[in-house]
């Protein structure tokens, strides 16, 4: 049974950094394509970055150069770096999966990734 829980979410001024990590269970990391996603109150869930079993690693350009999107194989997670945080990065963040790995051009589609964790709350003040 596949199962991700997050966590690393806080609350951070404009600037800071943070790190997400996804813990899985039920399925091996390495194996799967992962995805972060966010949404905000009032907003739809929107792609923020992917890593694929092939190395491809898509992101939004919205945090491109600012977050970084990984894998550890060996603890079975997949991390997301944050830096330079903005307070539009305000939102619950979410880990994603799927084995059968979505075409990579429709990657920010929350639609096609079979597997979510609950989230965690990333709230960036100004």
């Known amino acids: 049974q596949v199962h991700m829980v997050e966590s690393g979410g806080g609350s951070v001024q404009a600037g800071g950094s943070l790190r997400l990590s996804c813990a899985a269970s039920g399925f091996t990391v390495s194996r799967y394509c992962t995805a972060w996603f966010r949404q905000a109150p009032g907003k739809e869930r929107e792609g923020v970055a992917a890593i694929y079993t092939g190395g491809r690693t898509p992101y939004a350009d919205s945090v491109k150069g600012r977050f970084t999107i990984s894998q550890d194989n060996a603890n079975n997670r997949v991390y997301l770096q944050m830096n330079s945080l903005k307070p539009e990065d305000t939102a619950v963040y979410y880990c994603?999966?799927?084995?059968?790995?979505?075409?990579?051009?429709?990657?920010?589609?929350?639609?096609?990734?079979?597997?979510w964790g609950q989230g965690t709350q990333i709230t960036v003040s100004s």
């Open positions: 994603a999966a799927d084995s059968f790995c979505p075409y990579v051009g429709n990657w920010n589609l929350p639609r096609v990734w079979h597997d």
